[in-house]
């Protein structure tokens, strides 16, 4: 069952901002999104080991955003 939850969660993370970039939505979407999985990766005890909250947030943000701006712009180009 954790096998599936965790395919589940990258489908979820890695899928929608290509779909952002299908839709032809602004650069903002992928954007927004990054900053909502921060939030539920830090919010939900996901930290990184002996940082606090906003180190972690920091750390996260930039994780996320380094992944989901080439997924948009991948999606982008298909459309």
Known sequence: MKAIAKIFFAVLTLGVPVYFGLRGLSILAPIFWAVLMMAFAVGTGWR??????????L???SYTLVAFIPLY????WFS
């Open 48 to 57: 990184h080991s002996g940082a606090g909250l906003f180190k972690s947030g």
């Open 59 to 61: 750390l996260a943000l």
């Open 73 to 76: 712009y991948l999606g982008l």
